[in-house]
């Protein structure tokens, strides 16, 4: 019976070694999410970019609003969303084709001393460049928009 044991121990060592990083990680503040890929932050930016072109598109900011943090989502509601962006309706702003085109970063990624996910570039668009600074906040377990400005030149 002694030699069946000693494979067994490897495996339970390896278990117990995969429980204890997850009661690690589950202990770990809910706010705290890690520094997301490149990949990841790309997905955050082209997300939440075309979520914002559907909003102008269709003057309606519901969807855009159920997409953004807790605290952005209270402080502002569908309709205070829609006055902010205005000026991009009324110029029936598109800006859809960010989807096709790589981010150029004019800033790397960082999480600053605030936990805000902090990222900014732009697109190669034409004829006009889109230009972003987005900041993400731990929110609903997952990276949500807590701040935006956009400049279409």
């Not at 060592?13 to 995969?18: G, K, P």
């Not at 706010?31 to 598109?57: C, G, H, Y």
């Not at 000026?87 to 800006?95: I, R």
Request: glycine share 4%; net charge positive; with cysteine.
């Amino acid at each position: 019976m002694g030699p069946l044991m000693i494979p067994c121990w490897p495996r339970f060592r390896s278990i117990v070694t995969a429980a204890g990083l997850l009661l690690i990680n589950a202990m770990r503040p809910a706010s705290a999410l890690d520094m997301p890929s490149p990949f990841v932050q790309e997905v955050l930016v082209k997300s939440i970019l075309v979520s914002l072109n559907d909003a102008v598109a269709a003057n309606n900011f519901t969807v855009f609003h159920a997409k953004i943090s807790k605290p952005f989502r209270d402080q502002f509601p569908p309709d205070k969303l829609k006055t902010i962006f205005k000026d991009l309706v009324d110029k029936h702003a598109v800006f859809d084709a960010v989807v096709a085109k790589p981010i150029v970063l004019d800033e790397d990624a960082k999480v600053d001393d605030k936990g805000v996910l902090r990222l900014k570039g732009h697109f190669d668009t034409t004829p006009k460049q889109v230009k972003y600074q987005l900041g993400f906040i731990p929110s609903d377990g997952a990276w949500k928009l807590s701040g935006i400005s956009i400049d279409i030149e």
